[in-house]
């Protein structure tokens, strides 16, 4: 059984004490492929020390992170832009609207965001979309993007069944993280009406652990309480989720 974290920050400082044991234990559980998402220039070295040191499980992402849009973001874009044509990434993320901490800066988040798209698509890469208190801008920048040369992820999906089918009718695949596990969570009162073929597994990882670890630390692991909670949705076995968003994730990031 092969599980694939679609959206995991090994690299974060919450990990640094203890981060190769966090990754022994996701091998332990069948978790063996790990998709590392961008938040901004400083923690890039961090990110390829995490490659070098695994580069058979570790596939890296670039981007700048809609929270971290700030005053510099036009030399945090170059970066990620230069980085984009100097090496190989596996998608353009994570990208997109956060407006739950900063309203102000909506209009600089949005260039942000169409310029990674446009990037994304001159690349032939996926994105993937953090959204939070944002559908509706996110969906207007898909609506004006939308083409077969735009597709990825929607990670850390919360949304209604209506935003779940609007997303994936943008070419995006669901990332279904612990949030599914919530008595609150409320996606799954609807996913078993999304066929699997448009969902990803993911943790968020050191965010949003999964019941019965909710509020603690993260870890790529957990995933295995995700995808057992989507076999009881789907009325199927653990092997069958993971065999199935596995392949999900490949043909998002193309390995």
């Not at 670039?62 to 980085?83: I, R, S």
Request: aromatic share 12%.
């Amino acid at each position: 059984m092969i599980l694939t974290d679609t959206h995991t920050h090994l690299y974060s400082e919450q990990f640094k004490a203890d981060r190769n044991e966090i990754i022994q234990r996701a091998f332990d559980a069948g978790v063996s492929r790990f998709f590392i998402p961008a938040i901004d220039s400083t923690y890039f070295d961090a990110m390829l020390d995490l490659e070098k040191a695994f580069p058979t499980n570790v596939f890296l992402m670039m981007g700048l992170h809609p929270t971290h849009v700030q005053d510099n973001f036009e030399e945090e874009l170059a970066f990620v832009k230069k980085q984009l044509d100097e090496r190989n990434f596996y998608a353009v993320g994570e990208i997109g609207i956060d407006l739950y901490w900063d309203k102000s800066t909506l209009k600089n988040q949005q260039i942000a965001f169409e310029t990674q798209i446009k990037w994304a698509k001159e690349k032939k890469l996926p994105i993937v979309i953090h959204c939070r208190d944002s559908f509706d801008e996110i969906f207007e920048i898909l609506e004006e993007e939308k083409g077969d040369d735009l597709f990825g992820i929607f990670h850390c999906f919360t949304g209604s069944k209506e935003q779940a089918l609007r997303a994936i009718s943008y070419n995006m695949k669901l990332g279904i993280g612990g949030v599914v596990t919530f008595k609150n969570g409320r996606i799954d009162q609807f996913l078993n009406e999304i066929p699997l073929s448009n969902l990803v597994l993911e943790t968020d990882a050191p965010y949003l652990a999964p019941n019965p670890f909710r509020g603690k630390r993260n870890e790529s692991s957990y995933l295995i309480h995700v995808a057992t909670k989507l076999a009881s949705i789907y009325n199927t076995n653990v092997e069958e989720i993971a065999a199935i968003t596995t392949q999900n994730s490949k043909e998002v990031f193309g390995i």
